[in-house]
């Protein structure tokens, strides 16, 4: 019989804890509420939600919307939403996590301020993913997405560079492509760089770590459009090579759970603490039933 213990620093963020709580707010007073998009890339939770009368839309069905209540989960959303709402009659609850918020300020600031010489902004994240659109929209879509290291490339290195980063992406991979842009950079040229990495993902990561090196095998609880829970789960991987990515308990087998004296359950930042105890209830009913 294993021993199972779930990671008490696992689950969701504080952000993602405002959007479901305000959610469940509207809901239980009865009222029809949308959100633009999945409230969090879990689609558990999202499917619990939505038993409790949340409708999930796209920017098309918001498009289309009137008169109606429309939730903007903690990823942000760009000026054009706000924009359309407001044309549409449409009422929002705002639950854009405060710091991405922050960000999108500090984004729109320096691109609105003048300067005599052309700047580029730089912004390290997922091409495509909710907070990265809203944060491009801050600049008209005229920032430069940088996915992974080797589109450095896309970065005109003889021009001024400010480099800002999704909240949830990788520290190291930022720090790599700062350094990369300092020594290539042309003389005289202007590069700020702003880490803006959310500290609620990163602080996680000792920890999550010290976890998975405490167990023989690791089950990792994410909804797979999750990003910080593919940049945990690499961590928990890099430490023990027995780390398994599950979306639910529907996942765990018997053969996972041989030899595995002790099993480690923990998640991303979107992952609810009430599917990782599924995730233990049925490591125990396997057990059981040997």
Request: aromatic share 6%; charged share 30%.
């Amino acid at each position: 019989m294993s021993k199972v213990e779930i990671d008490k620093k696992s689950g969701f963020c504080f952000g993602v804890v405002t959007a479901i709580r305000k959610a469940e707010e509207v809901l239980a007073e009865g009222n029809t509420l949308y959100c633009l998009g999945d409230i969090v890339h879990n689609s558990k939770e999202v499917e619990r939600l939505k038993n409790m009368g949340l409708k999930t839309i796209n920017h098309e069905d918001f498009k289309k919307l009137r008169h109606a209540k429309v939730l903007l989960r903690a990823h942000g959303e760009p000026p054009e939403t706000y924009r359309i709402a407001k044309e549409n009659d449409i009422e929002i609850i705002d639950a854009t996590c405060p710091v991405v918020l922050k960000l999108q300020q500090h984004i729109k600031k320096e691109y609105t301020e003048k300067s005599q010489r052309e700047r580029q902004i730089v912004i390290y994240g997922k091409n495509g993913h909710a907070e990265v659109l809203g944060l491009v929209g801050q600049t008209e879509g005229k920032a430069i997405i940088v996915e992974q290291f080797s589109d450095v490339e896309k970065i005109d290195l003889t021009k001024d560079i400010l480099f800002f980063s999704q909240t949830t992406k990788s520290l190291d991979g930022f720090k790599k492509i700062v350094e990369y842009i300092q020594q290539h950079i042309a003389k005289d040229i202007s590069f700020h760089y702003f880490d803006t990495i959310c500290r609620q993902v990163t602080s996680r990561i000792p920890n999550i770590s010290q976890f998975a090196l405490s167990h023989n095998l690791v089950l990792f609880v994410s909804g797979k459009k999750s990003s910080n829970g593919k940049m945990l789960f690499n961590e928990c991987l890099k430490v023990n090579p027995n780390t398994h990515f599950i979306d639910s308990a529907a996942d765990v087998t018997l053969e996972m759970l041989k030899d595995a004296p002790s099993v480690g359950v923990c998640g991303a930042t979107s992952t609810p603490k009430w599917l990782m105890e599924e995730v233990e209830e049925k490591i125990k009913r396997l057990q059981n039933m040997e």
